[in-house]
């Protein structure tokens, strides 16, 4: 099994190998890849070190499958080129809605791997990896019908740039100095904003129509979906508030139960002082977290969530492994 990551020096790149040696997946060659300013750089993997190589020179045929975390741009560019050899796991958002590319939460929609066209296989937007993988099996038992949800995102999901940014702001508020802002629209320190990505003409932004694209490719086109995006101060890790509202009767504990027996899902849910997880306490584990779980009492079948998951695990690079061990599992089928 030879594997490749185009993006090794970036974020989810690095994370991807954090997964791969946790999971101790069987490798017999690995390839770390990169743009040129970044090739001859050393990655340790394992104990070994490992250099990076240049994307442009790169042959696809000496890997079975390669994981593309550096951008919409690389993808577009390389991607199809590297799928002639080889799977290509996609981490950015640029194969997402094409019909011919499954999207895939392993643990929600793996049948879809069966469909297979361009040996290509993109990976959700992080606040959509959590919340299908919360959202599923509910959908199993009371068809949702419609899904309103605020997301509170970590400066981690635009990259390295506005973690290190958050971090300067700080500093600087503290120390009564002026905040320009570099990678946001305004000071992320000691605030919230609005804003993730583009405004399309209808005023949602991307992120917005993203997370209600996606989920409804990968769970289901009938549901509908509304979102507000929102970058908070915090480093890693995605939390969201949900409501929902199902066409069919609930009880609190089957949501409970189903919940927490699903793969992926923890419930921590005590109606008490703490008794709920927080970005902080999501950060660096696998689980997608789930709490204030209660009745809407304004909606008939409505409930609330509040769902919490580190955004560079469960909506890049967990995931993304966790297809590579699909497709491993499965002997390649659709291929």
């Not at 997946?25 to 390839?31: E, K, Q, W």
């Not at 799928?83 to 590319?101: E, G, L, T």
């Not at 129509?209 to 509304?226: F, G, P």
């Not at 609930?250 to 997880?277: H, N, P």
Request: hydrophobic residues 40%; charged residues 25%.
């Amino acid at each position: 099994m030879n594997i490749a990551i185009v993006g090794a020096t970036g974020n989810v790149g690095r994370k991807i190998l954090e997964v791969l040696e946790k999971k101790g997946l069987s490798i017999d060659n690995l390839y770390l890849i990169a743009s040129t300013k970044s090739s001859g750089k050393k990655i340790s993997f394992k104990g070994k070190e490992y250099q990076v190589s240049d994307l442009e020179s790169f042959d696809f045929s000496k890997v079975k499958i390669a994981f593309f975390s550096a951008g919409g741009k690389i993808s577009e560019k390389f991607a199809e080129k590297a799928a002639k050899n080889c799977f290509v796991i996609d981490n950015s958002s640029y194969y997402r809605m094409d019909p011919q590319v499954p999207l895939i939460v392993p643990q929600v929609n793996s049948e879809d791997l069966n469909n297979i066209k361009k040996n290509i296989i993109a990976n959700p937007n992080c606040s959509t990896a959590q919340l299908v993988i919360a959202l599923k099996p509910l959908h199993d038992l009371f068809t949702i019908k419609r899904v309103v949800v605020s997301t509170y995102q970590s400066v981690s999901g635009g990259g390295k740039g506005p973690m290190d940014e958050l971090i300067d702001q700080s500093k600087m508020v503290l120390n009564n100095q002026k905040v320009e802002p570099r990678n946001f629209t305004k000071q992320i320190a000691f605030n919230i904003i609005p804003h993730i990505d583009i405004f399309s003409e209808n005023g949602y932004t991307k992120e917005e129509l993203k997370i209600a694209n996606e989920t409804k490719k990968i769970l289901d086109n009938k549901i509908n979906l509304t979102a507000t995006c929102v970058r908070i101060p915090v480093l890693v890790s995605h939390a969201e508030s949900v409501n929902i509202e199902f066409e069919k009767t609930f009880s609190l504990e089957e949501v409970r139960k189903a919940l927490d027996k699903f793969e992926g899902c923890k419930v921590i849910d005590e109606r008490a002082d703490g008794g709920y997880s927080t970005p902080l306490e999501a950060e660096g584990k696998d689980e997608t977290f789930i709490s204030r779980i209660r009745e809407d009492k304004t909606l008939k079948n409505g409930m609330n969530l509040w769902i919490v998951s580190d955004n560079l695990l469960r909506g890049a690079a967990l995931n993304a492994v966790e297809i590579a061990e699909t497709l491993i599992k499965n002997n390649f089928y659709g291929k």
